[in-house]
């Protein structure tokens, strides 16, 4: 019986490879730091060889006979080894599974809301399993269920396709739903993030004209020039003021 995680007290696994004077065995087949075999060596000499390169004996083949040791830097052996498993596991895709339950006499606004949830769900790649819970006679007609997810297949065609028909289970039926190529969340008609709205992309052609005179007409009325001022009369033989000429 296995024992409940709570009460388990066993240390944490530790690593199990066998380095240096944890090797048991009296014969190794060595390999050198420099990759090349050195051939079947006691364990001593090999302990003696990483030694003087003040480096690490590490067992890399225990199944084999003798087993296979090499010379290196296990520290830093370990670390690349885990850098490697990270790697590979950033680039892993976890598939998840969500569940969505329905009646066979659901309404329309209840059908309504559980089938955005499966969009919403097929839109961040989860696969939806959608399940038909069956209740008394309700067992007796199974193609009501059917009629119901075939339905549901067909409303949310465009982001998911059908990877397990309907089939019975027990008192449920049930449907899996895969997601298809990623819909847009946003509205295809939108402008695309970081461009410019219509309006600042308009050629000046197409904005609304701005009424102006043309540049040899002002565009205003010229105001009459005021008169220059009239030189004083000079007097006339006769006694009389001579009138001056007028202003150009």
């Known amino acids: 019986m296995p024992i409940p995680r709570r009460f388990d007290r066993r240390p944490p696994e530790r690593d199990t490879t066998r380095i240096n004077e944890r090797i048991g065995v009296p014969q190794v087949r060595l390999i050198g730091d420099d990759g090349n075999q050195i051939g079947v ?3 001593d000499e090999a302990l003696a060889y990483a030694r003087e390169r003040d480096l690490d004996l590490v067992e890399v083949a225990a199944e084999a006979r003798p087993p296979v040791c090499r010379v290196l830097d ?5 670390y690349d080894q885990e850098q490697k ?5 950033k ?3 976890s598939v998840n599974v969500r569940e969505i339950k329905l009646r066979p006499k659901i309404a329309a606004g209840d059908y309504e809301t559980k089938k955005g949830h499966v969009e919403r769900f097929l839109k961040g790649q989860d696969k939806v399993k959608v399940t038909i819970m069956f209740r008394g006679r309700e067992q007796t007609h199974p193609e009501r269920g059917e009629r119901l997810l075939l339905r549901l297949a067909e409303d949310i065609g465009e982001l998911g396709v059908v990877e397990q028909r309907p089939t019975q289970d027990g008192r449920n039926m049930t449907m899996l739903l895969g997601p298809t190529r990623r819909a847009q969340e946003t509205d295809p008609t939108a402008p695309v993030e970081g461009s410019a709205p219509e309006s600042d992309l308009a050629a000046p052609a197409e904005a609304a004209p701005v009424e102006t005179a043309p540049a040899e007409a002002p565009t205003t009325e010229a105001t009459p020039a005021e008169p220059a001022p009239a030189e004083a009369a000079e007097p006339s033989d006769d006694g009389g003021e001579t009138p001056s000429a007028p202003a150009a």
Do not use: E, I, M, W
């Open 41 to 43: 060596v006691s364990r």
């Open 74 to 78: 296990y520290s830093k052996y370990k």
């Open 85 to 89: 498993a990270k790697a590979a596991k």
């Open 91 to 93: 680039h892993q895709k």
